[in-house]
């Protein structure tokens, strides 16, 4: 035998093809797993509602309280403000951006809250780094000079890229 | 097989065959696992407060001029509908004003709001906010909401809220 040769037993051989099927059983699995984590799934908009939902229920943003108890989808006007919103969201400096209209039953604006520095308007254009969620109208009551109105309101939620 | 019991893989075709056959399931349920999940966060955008619709809806006030003395007085609209149930004159105005409430209110763009308003003898009012392509599976129990309130004879009314595509 020449030097610095080696020898190859018949097991050797026969567990080639094995052990080629062994590294292509683990790529597999290895593709399956990845294929599965690397899947985008889209949450954007549930991440909208749930910021939105805050709205109506949390009585540190807009929902009316009387001192006793909260009433969840009742907006109180005094604190559907640009300065109360801000404190209850806290997204200044964040990567997220609100926009909330309360609108009566005619289509008037009664009040608007904006709560980021990229104008809803901006929302339309096609190459943008930032996502618009627009989120569906909502019935909700407010008192209005002490009587109780039905309205609508309708938020966008800006969300920036990192 | 050889001397020492070793057994080459390529002879054994079924073996390999079932291998291949498992992989190929593997990799497809991988994918299906993914492509529920990505359904899963479509159904997460059902979470649109339409219990706060049902809530406001009854809460809202409506004038009605109760002893037909050409009074009108604010009721809402939980009591409207106990009264539509012992007087027939009130259902219009209930109609109206539901009909109004709800045509404001679209759940999911494309979709409008039914309601079915019903106590254990009769159904007071089946109302499709405006025509619709056909129900929403029943399976999607989440985006049925209901309340019910008491009449004033003792009975159990029930107002049953959910959208239907238009």
Not at chain 2, 39 to 60: H, M, Q
């Amino acid at each position: 035998m020449k030097k610095g040769a080696f020898t190859l037993s018949i097991e050797d051989i026969q567990a080639i093809p094995k052990l080629i099927t062994l590294y292509f059983v683990v790529f597999v699995i290895l593709i399956g797993v990845l294929m599965f984590y690397s899947r985008d799934i889209d949450a954007k908009k549930s991440e909208s509602q749930t910021l939105f939902m805050r709205l109506l229920y949390s009585k540190n943003c807009a929902a009316y309280n009387d001192g006793l108890r909260t009433y969840p989808g009742i907006i109180d006007l005094g604190k559907f403000t640009e300065e109360n919103l801000n404190k209850c969201y806290a997204v200044k400096d964040t990567l997220v951006g609100l926009n909330f209209i309360l609108k009566d039953f005619t289509g008037n604006i009664v009040k608007e809250a904006k709560l980021s520095d990229i104008s809803v308007d901006l929302c339309d254009i096609p190459t943008k780094n930032f996502d618009c969620v627009k989120l569906d109208p909502v019935y909700v009551l407010y008192f209005n000079e002490g009587i109780k109105k039905g309205g609508i309101v309708s938020s966008t939620v800006i969300l920036k890229h990192e | 097989m050889n001397k020492k019991g070793l057994e080459s893989l390529m002879l054994d075709p079924y073996g390999f065959i079932t291998l291949a056959i498992l992989l190929v399931i593997f990799l497809l349920l991988m994918y299906l696992a993914g492509t529920v999940n990505a359904n899963k966060s479509n159904v997460d955008n059902v979470i649109v407060p339409a219990e706060i619709l049902l809530l406001n809806y009854l809460r809202t006030d409506v004038e009605v001029d109760l002893n037909n003395d050409k009074v009108v007085e604010s009721v809402n609209m939980a009591d409207l509908i106990v009264m539509s149930f012992g007087n027939e004159d009130y259902n219009k105005k209930l109609k109206d004003t539901t009909k109004n409430i709800l045509s404001k209110a679209k759940p999911y763009g494309e979709w409008g709001w039914r309601i079915i308003i019903k106590n254990e003898d009769k159904i007071l009012l089946n109302l499709v906010e405006s025509p619709t392509r056909g129900d929403i599976p029943r399976s999607h129990k989440e985006l049925f909401i209901n309340a019910t309130i008491p009449s004033d004879n003792n009975k159990i009314i029930s107002i049953i809220m959910y959208p239907g595509y238009l």
